[in-house]
C-alpha cells in the first residue's frame, strides 16, 4: 500500500476517536479531501522541480509510536537553550511530554494546541485563526487532517512574552519509521510581542518524516521572530509548512539555520495583508554528504508602502543538494514596495549542486525589487593568506565560511542564541575556534 | 637564519627562479632589487610556501632545517612571515579577530594555550599605536576598503603581533603616499633586532632610504647577478637596471 493510501484508510480509523460535533471535524474533513486529490507533490509540479519525495513516501511509517516514551532531561538538555530562561514545550514522538515543558496561561498563553483545539475557553481564537492562514495545499491539508498536537501561543494587545519560547520535537526512534505532523498556532495580536525557538530533534538514527504546519499572525504593530533549528540525524526529514499573515505595520522575522537532516523542505509563505509591513527571511545552510535542503519561500506583497528581506546563504560540500526558489508577487495595488532578495552560495566540492531561482511578480508599477543570486567557491588566494599568518587550512576555510554567512546572524535578537549557533557551525564546520568576529 | 642553496623554481613548466644562492643571518636586512619580472614575488612565494610553484631544484634551510616539505601555515608557526604586496581581502573577518586566530593558531601549533585577552589586547594596543592604527580601523573587515596605505599598515601591524623570525616585505613600498612609507619604515625598524632578519623586496630604491639594508642583492631573469652594500642601491638608482643587464652581457 503506498503512503497515501495508507494515510487515508488510517485517516477514518482516527477520526472515529473523535468528537463529530467540533467545527474542526469539519476542516479535517475538508483537508483529507485535498490531500486525497492531490497526493504527494511530484517532480513535475513546478514548486517541486528539484526535490523528490520518492525516497520519503516509500516506508512503512508508524503514524503514532506505541513505546513508552520517557525521556531523561539530562540526555537531552543539550537540544534546549539553557543558558537563559524560556518556556518550554516539548513533545516526545508527537506526543506532549509535561514533564520537559515549561507552559503558561499568565497573561498569554503558551500551551498545547490539543487542549485549544478541544476547550471552550479558546474557541473564540481557534474558529478565527486556525488553518485560515495557511493555504489549501496538499502537504498542509494531508497536516490539517491528521494534527492532533502542537504548539498553541496566544499573546493578547500590548502584552510581550517575556521570555523565549522553545518549541522541541523528539523523536525516540522506538518505531523503525515514524511520520509526524505537529501543528503550531501563533497569535500575536495588535502591538503584541514573541519570540519563538523550534527545533526538531531525533535521538537515534532511526528514519523520522515529519510534515509540520506553522501558522503566524501578526496583528497591528506586532513583532514575531521565529528561529529554527535544523540540525537533526541522518534520517530525518523535514517538511516545514510555515504560513504567516501580517496585519499593518507588524514585523515577522524567520530565520532558518539548516545544518543536519537527511532531506529537508522549507515552505514558508508571508502574507502582508496591511500597510508598512516588514517581512524578513533568513537562512544559513551548510550541509555535507548527500543532504539536501530545499528553500522554498513566498513574500506576498498585497498592501502598499511595505518591505521584505530576504538573504539566504548556503555552503555544499560532497554530494549535498541545495534549492533555492524564491517568489515574490507584487499586487497592482502595493505601491512603494521595497523588496530585497539575496541568495549566495558556496560551493566547496565539485560534486555538489545548488539550484537557485528567484521568481518576480510584479504587478505595481512603482516599486523597488532586487535581487541577486551567486555562486561560487572559498577563495584560494584568501586561503594562502592566512596561512602565511599560521592559521591552517581547515581553520582557515572555516573561518572564510563563516565569515560569508556571518551577516545572516546579524539578525538574530537573542545573544545566547546566536552564540549557540555559532557554536554548531563550528562544530559543523569541524574546527575548534573563536569566530567572535 | 635562512640560506637559500640553488634554487630553482616555475609554474606550469615555466622557469622563473633558475639558481638563487642567498644567506641571510640574524640581525641582518638584506634587499632584493630587480626589474619587473625578474622573479622578486616568486622568490618570496616560494620561501613562504605557495604550492602553485614547484621548486624543482635546490633547498631552503630556515635554521637549518629544509623547510620545503612543509606547509605554508608550519612555516608560519617557525617565524617565517610574508608581507604580501597586493594583501588579499576577507569580508566578514576583522583585523582584530584575524590576528587574534593567527596568533592563537600559531601557539596552539606550539603546544601553548591561547593568549590571555587582556594580553591580548595590551597587545594590540602597543602594537597599533606603534603604527599609528586607529582603534575603529581594527573592528573593520579585514583589508576590505582599504587604502593601499592602510592595507600595508595593516601587513606591518601583524608582523608586529606575531613577532617573526624572519619577515619578507614584498613592494611593501607600492602604493604608499610619504607619510605612510615613514609609517611603514619607522615600524619596522623598530622591530629590528639582533635576532631577527628582514628581506625587503622592492623595485625602487625609495623604501631603502627608510629602512637601511645591510645587503643589496640584484635580481635578473631568476639569478642573482650582483650582490653589495647599500650604496648599490644607489647606483642602479642612478643608473638604471638596464646597466647591470649591459654589464652581465658584456
Same mark, same amino acid.
Not at chain 1, 530576504?310 to 554530494?319: E, L, R
Given at each position: 500500500?503506498?503512503?497515501?493510501?495508507?494515510?487515508?484508510?488510517?485517516?477514518?480509523?482516527?477520526?472515529?476517536?473523535?468528537?463529530?460535533?467540533?467545527?474542526?471535524?469539519?476542516?479535517?474533513?475538508?483537508?483529507?479531501?485535498?490531500?486525497?486529490?492531490?497526493?504527494?507533490?511530484?517532480?513535475?509540479?513546478?514548486?517541486?522541480?528539484?526535490?523528490?519525495?520518492?525516497?520519503?513516501?516509500?516506508?512503512?511509517?508508524?503514524?503514532?509510536?506505541?513505546?513508552?516514551?520517557?525521556?531523561?532531561?539530562?540526555?537531552?538538555?543539550?537540544?534546549?537553550?539553557?543558558?537563559?530562561?524560556?518556556?518550554?514545550?516539548?513533545?516526545?514522538?508527537?506526543?506532549?511530554?509535561?514533564?520537559?515543558?515549561?507552559?503558561?496561561?499568565?497573561?498569554?498563553?503558551?500551551?498545547?494546541?490539543?487542549?485549544?483545539?478541544?476547550?471552550?475557553?479558546?474557541?473564540?481564537?481557534?474558529?478565527?485563526?486556525?488553518?485560515?492562514?495557511?493555504?489549501?495545499?496538499?502537504?498542509?491539508?494531508?497536516?490539517?487532517?491528521?494534527?492532533?498536537?502542537?504548539?498553541?501561543?496566544?499573546?493578547?494587545?500590548?502584552?510581550?512574552?517575556?521570555?523565549?519560547?522553545?518549541?522541541?520535537?523528539?523523536?525516540?526512534?522506538?518505531?523503525?519509521?515514524? =511520520?509526524?505532523?505537529?501543528?503550531?498556532?501563533?497569535?500575536?495580536?495588535?502591538?503584541?510581542?514573541?519570540?519563538?525557538?523550534?527545533?526538531?530533534?531525533?535521538?537515534?538514527?532511526?528514519?523520522?518524516?515529519?510534515?509540520?504546519?506553522?501558522?503566524?499572525?501578526?496583528?497591528?504593530?506586532?513583532?514575531?521572530?521565529?528561529?529554527?533549528?535544523?540540525?537533526?540525524?541522518?534520517?530525518?526529514?523535514?517538511?516545514?509548512?510555515?504560513?504567516?499573515?501580517?496585519?499593518?505595520?507588524?514585523?515577522?522575522s524567520?530565520h532558518?539555520?539548516?545544518?543536519?537532516?537527511?532531506?529537508?523542505?522549507?515552505?514558508?509563505?508571508?502574507?502582508?495583508?496591511?500597510?508598512?509591513?516588514?517581512?524578513i527571511?533568513k537562512?544559513i545552510?551548510?550541509?555535507?554528504?548527500?543532504?539536501?535542503?530545499?528553500?522554498?519561500?513566498?513574500?506576498?506583497?498585497?498592501?502598499?508602502?511595505?518591505?521584505?528581506h530576504?538573504d539566504?546563504?548556503?555552503?555544499?560540500?560532497?554530494?549535498?543538494?541545495?534549492?533555492?526558489?524564491?517568489?515574490?508577487?507584487?499586487?497592482?495595488?502595493?505601491?512603494?514596495?521595497?523588496?530585497?532578495?539575496?541568495?549566495?552560495?558556496?560551493?566547496?566540492?565539485?560534486?555538489?549542486?545548488?539550484?537557485?531561482?528567484?521568481?518576480?511578480?510584479?504587478?505595481?508599477?512603482?516599486?523597488?525589487?532586487?535581487?541577486?543570486?551567486?555562486?561560487?567557491?572559498?577563495?584560494?588566494?584568501?586561503?594562502?593568506?592566512?596561512?602565511?599568518?599560521?592559521?591552517?587550512?581547515?581553520?582557515?576555510?572555516?573561518?572564510? =565560511?563563516?565569515?560569508?554567512a556571518n551577516n545572516v546572524l546579524e539578525s538574530v535578537k537573542?545573544p545566547?542564541?546566536k552564540?549557540?549557533i555559532t557554536?554548531?557551525?563550528?562544530?559543523?564546520?569541524?574546527?575548534?575556534?573563536?569566530?567572535?568576529l | 637564519?635562512?640560506?637559500?642553496?640553488?634554487?630553482?623554481?616555475?609554474?606550469?613548466?615555466?622557469?622563473?627562479?633558475?639558481?638563487?644562492?642567498?644567506?641571510?643571518?640574524?640581525?641582518?636586512?638584506?634587499?632584493?632589487?630587480?626589474?619587473?619580472?625578474?622573479?622578486?614575488?616568486?622568490?618570496?612565494?616560494?620561501?613562504?610556501?605557495?604550492?602553485?610553484?614547484?621548486?624543482?631544484?635546490?633547498?631552503?634551510?630556515?635554521?637549518?632545517?629544509?623547510?620545503?616539505?612543509?606547509?605554508?601555515?608550519?612555516?608560519?608557526?617557525?617565524?617565517?612571515?610574508?608581507?604580501?604586496?597586493?594583501?588579499?581581502?576577507?569580508?566578514g573577518?576583522?583585523?582584530?579577530?584575524?590576528?587574534?586566530?593567527?596568533?592563537?593558531?600559531?601557539?596552539?601549533?606550539?603546544?601553548?594555550?591561547? =593568549?590571555?585577552?587582556?594580553?591580548?589586547?595590551?597587545?594590540?594596543?602597543?602594537?597599533?599605536?606603534?603604527?599609528?592604527?586607529?582603534?575603529?580601523?581594527?573592528?573593520?573587515?579585514?583589508?576590505?576598503?582599504?587604502?593601499?596605505?592602510?592595507?600595508?599598515?595593516?601587513?606591518?601591524?601583524?608582523?608586529?603581533?606575531?613577532?617573526?623570525?624572519?619577515?619578507?616585505?614584498?613592494?611593501?613600498?607600492?602604493?604608499?603616499?610619504?607619510?605612510?612609507?615613514?609609517?611603514?619604515?619607522?615600524?619596522?625598524?623598530?622591530?629590528?633586532?639582533?635576532?631577527?632578519?628582514?628581506?625587503?623586496?622592492?623595485?625602487?630604491?625609495?623604501?631603502?632610504?627608510?629602512?637601511?639594508?645591510?645587503?643589496?642583492?640584484?635580481?635578473?631573469?631568476?639569478?642573482?647577478?650582483?650582490?653589495?652594500?647599500?650604496?648599490?642601491?644607489?647606483?642602479?638608482?642612478?643608473?638604471?637596471?638596464?646597466?647591470?643587464?649591459?654589464?652581465?652581457?658584456?
Amino acid at each position: 500500500m503506498s503512503l497515501k493510501d495508507k494515510l487515508l484508510s488510517s485517516y477514518l480509523t482516527f477520526q472515529e476517536n473523535t468528537d463529530l460535533d467540533n467545527s474542526i471535524h469539519d476542516i479535517k474533513d475538508e483537508a483529507i479531501k485535498v490531500f486525497e486529490e492531490h497526493g504527494f507533490p511530484t517532480r513535475k509540479d513546478e514548486n517541486w522541480k528539484y526535490t523528490s519525495l520518492n525516497s520519503l513516501t516509500k516506508p512503512d511509517y508508524s503514524l503514532v509510536s506505541h513505546a513508552d516514551d520517557a525521556i531523561e532531561f539530562k540526555d537531552v538538555k543539550k537540544y534546549f537553550l539553557n543558558d537563559i530562561d524560556t518556556y518550554k514545550i516539548v513533545f516526545i514522538d508527537g506526543v506532549y511530554s509535561s514533564y520537559l515543558s515549561e507552559t503558561t496561561h499568565d497573561g498569554v498563553d503558551v500551551c498545547l494546541l490539543s487542549s485549544a483545539l478541544t476547550k471552550p475557553k479558546f474557541k473564540q481564537v481557534i474558529d478565527v485563526y486556525f488553518n485560515k492562514i495557511a493555504k489549501k495545499e496538499s502537504l498542509t491539508a494531508l497536516n490539517t487532517a491528521f494534527a492532533k498536537e502542537g504548539a498553541y501561543i496566544y499573546v493578547p494587545k500590548s502584552r510581550a512574552v517575556n521570555k523565549p519560547i522553545q518549541i522541541v520535537h523528539f523523536s525516540t526512534g522506538n518505531e523503525a519509521n515514524l =511520520m509526524l505532523q505537529p501543528r503550531n498556532l501563533i497569535v500575536a495580536e495588535e502591538n503584541a510581542e514573541v519570540q519563538v525557538i523550534e527545533r526538531h530533534q531525533s535521538l537515534n538514527s532511526n528514519a523520522v518524516f515529519t510534515n509540520s504546519v506553522t501558522e503566524i499572525y501578526a496583528g497591528k504593530h506586532a513583532r514575531v521572530d521565529y528561529y529554527k533549528i535544523q540540525n537533526d540525524k541522518e534520517n530525518a526529514s523535514l517538511i516545514d509548512n510555515t504560513h504567516i499573515d501580517q496585519q499593518e505595520s507588524s514585523e515577522v522575522s524567520v530565520h532558518t539555520f539548516s545544518f543536519g537532516g537527511k532531506l529537508t523542505r522549507n515552505n514558508l509563505s508571508f502574507y502582508q495583508n496591511g500597510e508598512h509591513n516588514n517581512s524578513i527571511l533568513k537562512g544559513i545552510t551548510i550541509i555535507e554528504d548527500k543532504q539536501h535542503v530545499d528553500h522554498n519561500t513566498l513574500v506576498h506583497h498585497k498592501q502598499p508602502n511595505c518591505e521584505s528581506h530576504q538573504d539566504y546563504k548556503g555552503i555544499f560540500d560532497d554530494k549535498s543538494t541545495g534549492v533555492f526558489n524564491g517568489k515574490v508577487v507584487v499586487d497592482a495595488i502595493a505601491q512603494k514596495i521595497n523588496a530585497y532578495q539575496s541568495n549566495n552560495n558556496i560551493l566547496i566540492s565539485d560534486k555538489a549542486s545548488i539550484n537557485s531561482k528567484p521568481q518576480l511578480e510584479i504587478f505595481a508599477d512603482d516599486v523597488r525589487c532586487s535581487h541577486g543570486c551567486t555562486i561560487g567557491q572559498l577563495d584560494e588566494d584568501a586561503l594562502f593568506y592566512m596561512r602565511t599568518r599560521g592559521i591552517g587550512v581547515k581553520e582557515g576555510r572555516a573561518l572564510l =565560511m563563516y565569515a560569508f554567512a556571518n551577516n545572516v546572524l546579524e539578525s538574530v535578537k537573542i545573544p545566547q542564541l546566536k552564540a549557540r549557533i555559532t557554536n554548531l557551525i563550528a562544530d559543523k564546520l569541524g574546527v575548534n575556534i573563536g569566530f567572535d568576529l | 637564519m635562512l640560506e637559500i642553496k640553488n634554487l630553482n623554481a616555475g609554474i606550469e613548466d615555466k622557469d622563473i627562479l633558475k639558481g638563487i644562492d642567498l644567506k641571510v643571518n640574524a640581525g641582518e636586512v638584506h634587499a632584493i632589487m630587480g626589474p619587473n619580472g625578474s622573479g622578486k614575488s616568486t622568490l618570496s612565494s616560494v620561501v613562504a610556501g605557495k604550492e602553485e610553484y614547484e621548486v624543482t631544484g635546490g633547498d631552503i634551510l630556515f635554521e637549518n632545517e629544509s623547510i620545503l616539505e612543509l606547509d605554508a601555515e608550519e612555516r608560519a608557526h617557525k617565524g617565517v612571515f610574508l608581507s604580501f604586496q597586493y594583501p588579499v581581502e576577507i569580508p566578514g573577518v576583522s583585523v582584530t579577530n584575524f590576528i587574534k586566530t593567527a596568533i592563537n593558531e600559531t601557539r596552539k601549533a606550539k603546544g601553548l594555550e591561547d =593568549m590571555p585577552a587582556s594580553d591580548m589586547l595590551k597587545m594590540i594596543r602597543e602594537k597599533s599605536e606603534l603604527l599609528e592604527i586607529d582603534r575603529k580601523f581594527l573592528s573593520r573587515s579585514l583589508n576590505e576598503g582599504f587604502s593601499g596605505g592602510e592595507k600595508k599598515r595593516n601587513e606591518i601591524f601583524q608582523m608586529a603581533m606575531l613577532e617573526p623570525k624572519l619577515a619578507i616585505l614584498d613592494e611593501t613600498d607600492s602604493g604608499l603616499d610619504i607619510d605612510a612609507l615613514r609609517i611603514v619604515s619607522n615600524g619596522v625598524n623598530k622591530l629590528r633586532s639582533k635576532d631577527n632578519a628582514v628581506i625587503v623586496i622592492t623595485h625602487y630604491q625609495r623604501l631603502l632610504e627608510y629602512i637601511v639594508p645591510d645587503f643589496v642583492h640584484v635580481l635578473v631573469d631568476g639569478k642573482i647577478v650582483k650582490s653589495g652594500g647599500k650604496e648599490l642601491a644607489l647606483e642602479l638608482e642612478e643608473k638604471g637596471y638596464d646597466w647591470v643587464k649591459a654589464e652581465l652581457t658584456a
